[in-house]
């Protein structure tokens, strides 16, 4: 899981955060030096409670007469954040506030598919 969230920061200037959340086990990285960054303790219970119920509504809902749900998008204050269904749980993405979150988001494929999340 920590190459998957290493390389994601090494390959992309524009994402300051990445958690990888699978089989119930989290892992997690933040660009150091941030401003406008949360709080760690904050992040851990994101991406423990906030984000898998936000994506199950949102699957839910998506399968129902939308043909689905790809990933969510939230425009917090200092950043946005990208989350992702993956095998076994969801990767979440933070990126900077003046990039195109749907452009980073949309290039992760390749990453994720080669750590076999996908």
């Not at 955060?17 to 660009?31: C, F, I, N, T």
Request: glycine content about 12%; proline content about 6%.
């Amino acid at each position: 899981m920590d190459a998957t969230i290493q390389e994601l920061l090494q390959t992309y200037p524009e994402v300051r955060y990445a958690a990888l959340y699978q089989d119930g086990k989290l892992e997690s990285a933040v660009k150091p030096g941030l401003s406008g960054a949360s709080a760690g303790e904050s992040d851990k219970y994101e991406e423990l409670i906030v984000n898998p119920t936000l994506l199950k509504l949102v699957t839910q809902r998506g399968e129902i007469d939308c043909g689905g749900a790809r990933y969510l998008i939230v425009r917090y204050g200092n950043f946005f954040e990208w989350v992702q269904p993956v095998r076994g749980g969801h990767i979440s993405v933070g990126i900077e506030p003046d990039a195109d979150p749907l452009r980073v988001g949309a290039s992760l494929a390749p990453i994720l598919d080669r750590h076999g999340l996908l």
